[in-house]
């Protein structure tokens, strides 16, 4: 456009200057007019410069005045502000951002921001990002690196935070964060290397995790970390613990429900024990994770999820941890894992681990996490009302032994469940929800040994609506074998000591329809034995 007006003025330019030219001689009278035309040719091409910046702020005014502020002409209007949300549903359907700045703020669903290292102001700006206590979440001074944590990845954490309750103040003022992890068992590890050292002691439950127990057998135990298995389920689980306790007790570590016999800790009990022993905690902001004499009490709850279980609500417990691959997840799509706590030293430890020798859950799975996590409240509603179908067949059925599962009358815990399975409620005599008990089950085939493993096998074998895959909290059903699966790295010997039978068989019950599942277990179930036996 600019060239087309300068080039406009200059043909009337040279029109102009044809009689100058053919009335004056070669030599001066030509210096004359070429220093002329030159400085007209200049003149035009700055009028012409000048006029499209003034067009170009008169639309850009023009623009900002309709969006408008308040009013006020030539501002961009902010985005209206809503209110924090209170209540679990909400939490779970609501967006959270990281501190950023910018239009990507306005979208409703949050921006995945790739990018692996971040513009600074300038050199000061970067000596103090790198200067920074390590901590879960960005301050005004924004991100550094995305091996310390990214915008896309905070986001999610918030929300997670905030759906654990932490996001408010407790009685003692403090306001937990979250941090997450590219797997369940770097959140595992990395919280527990937050806190130990060689000397120091874990009591931790049988009935853990294949993984936990992994690491704590074969890794922590070889960095000189004492280890001590008790039996943590069940109204006597509190006293268990603390006979196991000694004076370099660092972590008492529980698993509710248990994986995978869903068996309850009393985790109100486990607190109180230990602090009759050790006392109760007084985390200074700035001290380090090692300097506390009372030990760390971490849960991981990732079969009930904060949906039924908000861990960091019972004082006394100091760390959630969740495998989001499951439910909160819920898509089978993602490894990513979450630790979130209330106390400033353990994230300050918790945040050097990741930053050091683990890592935070890259971008593109903290977006999908966030978009699974807007659905955990309907999603775990359905889970729980299709599996008490599926449990009540399976209680009943002659070639079960035993079910586990927390809402039948049938299970040791029962007593505790309703207790500790909240359901979506915000409080007590919040009824708007069906009471629930999750979605996992586990059962016992009849038989002992070589017999129970094979009828247990073919079981899982026989299924044809319920997969045969490892992990949990899909919107699809699965189905596992740990004795001959998950757990083929604990010895018969301990597996029996934590409750894990040779026939016993773990169900994730998905959103199908429950009469599917239930006909799909039934028929497996009656065809259990080589022959094809015919209940």
């Known amino acids: 456009m600019k060239l087309m007006f300068a080039t406009s003025f200059l043909y009337c330019c040279l029109g102009a200057t044809t009689t100058a030219f053919q009335a004056c001689s070669v030599g001066t009278s030509f210096?004359?007019?070429?220093?002329?035309?030159?400085?007209?040719?200049?003149?035009?091409?700055?009028?012409?410069?000048?006029?499209?910046e003034k067009e170009q702020q008169q639309q850009l005014q023009q623009q900002q005045q309709q969006r408008g502020n308040n009013g006020t002409p030539g501002l961009r209007k902010e985005a209206p502000a809503h209110t924090k949300p209170k209540s679990f549903a909400t939490k779970c359907a609501s967006l959270y951002r990281?501190?950023?700045?910018?239009?990507?703020?306005?979208?409703?669903?949050?921006?995945?921001?790739?990018?692996?290292?971040?513009?600074?102001?300038?050199?000061?700006?970067?000596?103090?990002?790198?200067?920074?206590?390590?901590?879960?979440?960005?301050?005004e001074d924004g991100f550094v690196?995305?091996?310390?944590?990214?915008?896309?990845?905070?986001?999610?954490?918030?929300?997670?935070?905030?759906?654990?309750?932490?996001?408010?103040?407790?009685?003692?003022?403090q306001i937990g964060?979250?941090?997450?992890?590219?797997?369940?068992?770097?959140?595992?590890?990395?919280?527990?290397?937050?806190?130990?050292r060689a000397g120091d002691h874990v009591v931790a439950p049988y009935t853990v995790y294949g993984g936990t127990y992994?690491?704590?057998t074969e890794f922590a135990d070889h960095w000189g970390i004492e280890v001590t298995f008790v039996d943590g389920a069940g109204p006597d689980g509190p006293e268990n613990y603390k006979r196991a306790f000694q004076k370099n007790t660092k972590v008492v570590y529980a698993e509710t429900p248990a994986n995978p016999t869903m068996r309850l800790t009393d985790l109100e009990g486990v607190a109180r024990v230990v602090d009759e022993f050790y006392g109760t905690a007084d985390d200074q902001p700035g001290t380090s994770p090692h300097d506390r004499t009372r030990p760390y009490v971490m849960v991981d709850g990732t079969f009930a999820t904060p949906y039924h279980q908000r861990v960091l609500d019972i004082p006394g417990i100091d760390v959630s941890i969740h495998s989001a691959t499951k439910y909160l997840g819920g898509h089978s799509d993602i490894i990513a894992g979450s630790v979130t706590s209330r106390s400033e030293p353990f994230l300050h430890g918790c945040s050097k681990v990741q930053k050091i020798i683990t890592v935070p859950l890259n971008p593109m799975d903290s977006f999908l996490l966030a978009r699974g996590l807007k659905t955990l409240d309907v999603r775990m509603q359905r889970h729980g009302e299709n599996a008490i179908k599926v449990a009540r067949m399976l209680d009943e059925h002659p070639m079960v032994a035993q079910t586990f599962y927390p809402g039948l009358d049938s299970h040791p815990d029962r007593s505790m469940a309703d207790g500790i399975f909240r359901s979506g409620r915000d409080s007590d005599d919040d009824d708007e929800y069906p009471?629930?008990?999750?979605?996992?089950?586990?059962?016992?085939?009849?038989?002992?040994?070589?017999?129970?493993?094979?009828?247990?096998?073919?079981?899982?074998?026989?299924?044809?609506?319920?997969?045969?895959?490892?992990?949990?909290?899909g919107v699809e059903s699965l189905c596992e074998?740990?004795?001959?699966?998950?757990?083929?790295?604990?010895?018969?010997?301990?597996?029996?000591?934590?409750?894990?039978?040779?026939?016993?068989?773990?169900?994730?019950v998905g959103l199908e329809k429950a009469q599917d599942l239930v006909d799909d277990l039934k028929n497996a179930l009656d065809l259990c034995d080589d022959d094809g036996c015919d209940i």
């Open 481 to 508: 074998h740990p004795a001959s699966m998950t757990h083929t790295m604990i010895s018969r010997e301990q597996r029996l000591a934590g409750g894990l039978h040779d026939g016993l068989i773990r169900v994730s």
């Open 31 to 52: 210096k004359r007019v070429s220093s002329l035309y030159v400085a007209q040719e200049m003149d035009l091409e700055a009028q012409a410069e000048a006029a499209f």
């Open 98 to 139: 990281p501190k950023t700045d910018g239009a990507a703020e306005r979208g409703l669903a949050p921006p995945v921001y790739f990018g692996s290292t971040y513009l600074l102001d300038d050199a000061a700006h970067g000596a103090r990002l790198h200067e920074k206590r390590e901590a879960p979440y960005t301050d």
């Open 214 to 216: 992994e690491f704590l």
């Open 177 to 196: 964060r979250c941090l997450l992890f590219n797997s369940g068992m770097s959140a595992i590890t990395s919280a527990l290397q937050a806190v130990l």
């Open 435 to 473: 009471q629930t008990y999750g979605g996992m089950i586990s059962f016992i085939t009849i038989g002992e040994g070589d017999e129970a493993l094979r009828r247990a096998r073919n079981v899982c074998e026989r299924l044809r609506v319920i997969n045969l895959a490892v992990s949990l909290g």
């Open 145 to 173: 690196y995305s091996r310390w944590g990214s915008p896309t990845n905070e986001a999610a954490a918030l929300q997670i935070a905030a759906l654990e309750g932490v996001d408010e103040p407790n009685e003692k003022g």
